[in-house]
């Protein structure tokens, strides 16, 4: 990584020699787009533009400039003008698709995947992005072939293709990291890391930082709040939050804002400026609440900002990166054997190391009638992001239909035809689709208060509830889950673990189903179960987030502990609970 050139200031001196040189101007926008610097970007392309008016290449970094800068009525504007004048060009075309799916665009992000992919049916890069285009929008054509070709081109190294996307696949925890490091690898090619930071007095208070894009009305703001708040009143910590998103306005921002030390607003800034601010802030210890996810700032990571840094919460596998250095998670969603295909350290707290909003209230949800629901009947539901439904998934849920007479599966509503699809599925398995009941989605409070309707969740595989398995269990549903063997695979597993509530997590799709089955037709053993989860809630750690504050400042001091003596990071245990 030290051998790393940026290479925009010869570009820069060369335009100055040359400022008629389009190509050369083409070339500096997509180098500074790299760089995470949207608005020099765009300048650049508009000189392209300026001198060769039309030009594809220079209306594709237009197009991504504008989307960089969430301006995204823009960019698919210049993005479809970049793909006519070069409709054989699959590059634009996938930069294109992406700027649809934005603006809600889904069947059209479809076609525009599926032409990209017609143009170079051999390139896996693209073969990655119209199957995870197509799992969302539950398209399961050709999914076998898709999939085959993207885990072929992982084990022979020839894609970078998106970690966060692999997740859905039926991969093992080996394939994942090796996907992972593929990415890894590219970034380390074009980061240049920041000098090793000043050693601090061993006796200064240890500052720890959270990256992260979704500091708001999202699933890790959601999930990490009370958290901040417990951490806040018991001390010891510094915390300092950098922002990548923009201010939503929405209550839980302004709680993370009271909650931290410093709210660093740094949307929109270019990596290295990013780095700055948290070399600049003294960040100890810095929590990548981002990973691989969408949104995120892998080459912010990369430079090294912090001595200590941590992949924790948004990312359920391996970063397989080597700028971090632990993995925060407990013994179930992490067992020894598969914190061997980790490239970090675990570090395993001694309780479900997802917190959770516990200020959340569940109000009196809407009737039934309103909500879409029968009168009567076993409400079954997944609320599980399209994306992580199958055909396996699918059909077990439909299995649980088709034994419990006049049940129905409540499911959140898919972009696109989704739901159309999925109705089509039912179908096809002689399943009424009425029984598939969608929800579109509501803000938060309103769904959460939507789940009181729910009688039992139906988890996914390979990638089940995470977020979601936190919010039903909190309303008093119950979550069936079959636990596997990647991270991904084993959250809501640990929800359960750890809240006392084994007995929910089963062997395979067989045992799931007749679970679900015997206490769909069981009413008053659904009522026990339901009675056992709200005791538990109260007395199990899961939502006991001042004792959480106790654990992850425990633990987050003992990595600094580490660092500031010199020594390099090692497994770490928290104490046993009580």
């Not at 060769?52 to 960019?75: T, V």
């Not at 925060?328 to 909003?357: H, K, Y």
């Not at 803000?443 to 996914?460: G, S, V």
């Amino acid at each position: 990584m030290s051998a790393v050139t940026d290479p925009r200031p010869a570009l820069r001196q060369a335009l100055r020699a040359r400022p008629d040189d389009a190509m050369g101007w083409v070339m500096l926008a997509e180098h500074e787009l790299d760089a995470g610097d949207a608005a020099s970007g765009e300048a650049a392309a508009r000189r392209a533009l300026a001198l060769r008016p039309g030009h594809p290449e220079a209306l594709a970094r237009l197009g991504r400039a504008h989307w960089m800068l969430g301006r995204r009525e823009d960019a698919v504007q210049s993005l479809r003008a970049a793909a006519r004048a070069a409709p054989q060009h699959p590059g634009i075309a996938v930069w294109l698709a992406h700027a649809l799916e934005d603006i809600g665009d889904a069947e059209g992000a479809l076609a525009a995947y599926a032409h990209a992919y017609a143009l170079a049916p051999q390139e896996p890069q693209l073969a990655s992005y119209l199957l995870a285009w197509r799992r969302r929008l539950c398209d399961w054509r050709d999914l076998d072939r898709l999939a085959r070709q993207v885990r072929d081109a992982v084990a022979r190294a020839q894609a970078s293709v998106e970690p966060f996307a692999f997740l859905s696949e039926d991969a093992s925890a080996a394939e994942q990291r090796r996907c992972a490091a593929l990415r890894a690898a590219v970034i380390a090619r074009a980061v240049r890391p920041l000098p090793p930071a000043p050693a601090r007095d061993a006796q200064a208070p240890v500052r720890a930082g959270f990256l992260s894009n979704g500091f708001g009305n999202h699933p890790t703001g959601l999930l990490t709040v009370a958290l901040f708040e417990a951490l806040r009143r018991r001390g010891g910590l510094e915390l300092h939050l950098f922002a990548l998103n923009r201010d939503d306005g929405s209550a839980i921002r302004r709680r993370l804002g009271a909650a931290a030390d410093v709210l660093h607003e740094v949307a929109q800034q270019p990596h290295a400026m990013v780095a700055d601010a948290i070399r600049r802030a003294g960040v100890d210890v810095l929590f990548d609440l981002r990973g691989w996810g969408g949104g995120g700032a892998p080459e912010v990571l990369a430079m090294r900002p912090a001595p200590v840094q941590v992949n924790w919460l948004a990312y359920p596998g391996t970063s397989a990166a080597p700028w971090i250095d632990y993995v925060l998670a407990d013994r179930f969603v992490l067992p020894d054997a598969l914190a061997a295909d980790f490239s970090e350290t675990a570090a395993w707290l001694p309780r479900c190391f997802q917190p959770s909003d516990t200020a959340r209230v569940v109000a009196e949800p809407p009737d039934r009638a309103a909500c879409g629901l029968p009168a009567h009947g076993v409400v079954f539901c997944c609320f599980n992001n399209s994306y992580k439904l199958n055909p396996r998934s699918v059909a077990r849920a439909l299995e649980v239909l088709r034994g419990v007479p006049g049940s129905v599966l409540w499911l959140l509503s898919g972009p696109g035809n989704a739901d159309a699809r999925l109705r089509e599925f039912a179908a096809g398995r002689g399943l009424d689709p009425a029984r598939l009941v969608f929800m579109r989605k509501q803000p938060h409070p309103d769904y959460l208060a939507r789940l009181r309707h729910a009688d039992l969740f139906l988890d996914t595989d390979p990638y089940n509830a995470h977020t979601t398995a936190s919010d039903a269990l909190w309303a008093g549903c119950p979550v069936l889950t079959v636990p596997g063997a990647t991270f991904a695979a084993r959250v809501a597993g640990s929800l359960n673990h750890h809240l006392g509530l084994a007995h929910m997590n089963v062997a395979d799709d067989a045992a799931f189903v007749a679970r679900a089955i015997a206490l769909g037709n069981d009413r008053a053993a659904l009522a026990a179960l339901r009675a056992e989860l709200a005791a538990r809630r109260a007395d199990s750690g899961v939502f006991d987030m001042d004792g959480f504050a106790v654990d992850f400042a425990a633990m987050t001091l003992a990595m600094a502990r580490r660092q500031r003596k010199g020594e390099a990071p090692a497994p770490l245990q928290g104490p046993a609970r009580p």
